[in-house]
T-cell receptor, first 114, second 113 residues
């Protein structure tokens, strides 16, 4: 158990809908990262927040947005869902914001868009 | 662009043998290289990492080597056990982009008893 929690574990929804995925980092960690894992794209970095502020951005679609709240939990919002958005979404956390801090992953949320 | 290539995509070994997974990266500013193990239905688990000021790091049966000149790094697992069976991912940091990591495509390791 990494100490990173994610809810829900599974999510099934229809195309065009909007969903929110939630992540709580390990105690003491200030950075939260979101990743998408699909069979054809592998593990893709989406976005990083550090202490409430956006720190780094990957190839995150405009239909996706994230935020980190004062209690350091984070939410990833996915809107106008398409079949291709079906994937595993992982959250990770680290103590600092730089690129040499170990990132610890949560158990993931499996999103299925029908 | 930024890229990490990982080989092989699948690897099957007998219990007790060694396993080696290799990765190459493109960003010369990369200086942090973690390895993750992912078991079915679980999130990636950090198993070892190496930073660019070190050429080799070992933790019990697992070792990682780094060659910055050639831009490649490798994971070595000795005395493999069935519980080592999983998908292994290498990753590389991207310079000046926070904690952004680029991951390889993964290696599915199967250890046969």
């Amino acid at each position: 158990d990494s100490g990173v929690t994610q809810t829900p574990k599974h999510l099934i929804t229809a195309t065009g809908q909007r969903v929110t995925l939630r992540c709580s980092p390990r105690s003491g960690d200030l950075s939260v990262y979101w990743y998408q894992q699909s069979l054809d794209q592998g593990l893709q970095f989406l976005i990083q927040y550090y202490n409430g502020e956006e720190r780094a951005k990957g190839n995150i679609l405009e239909r996706f947005s994230a935020q980190q709240f004062p209690d350091l939990h984070s939410e990833l919002n996915l809107s106008s869902l398409e079949l291709g958005d079906s994937a595993l979404y992982f959250c990770a956390s680290s103590v600092g914001s730089g690129h040499t801090y170990e990132q610890y992953f949560g158990p993931g949320t499996r999103l299925t868009v029908t | 662009g930024e890229n990490v290539e990982q080989h092989p995509s699948t690897l099957s070994v007998q219990e007790g043998d060694s396993a080696v997974i290799k990765c190459t990266y493109s960003d010369s500013a990369s200086n942090y290289f973690p390895w993750y193990k992912q078991e079915l239905g679980k999130g990636p688990q950090l198993i070892i990492d190496i930073r660019s000021n070190v050429g080799e790091k070992k933790d019990q049966r697992i070792a990682v080597t780094l060659n910055k000149t050639a831009k490649h790094f490798s994971l070595h697992i000795t005395e493999t056990q069935p519980e080592d069976s999983a998908v292994y991912f290498c990753a590389a940091s991207i310079g000046n982009q926070g904690g952004k990591l680029i991951f390889g495509q993964g290696t599915e390791l199967s250890v046969k008893p």
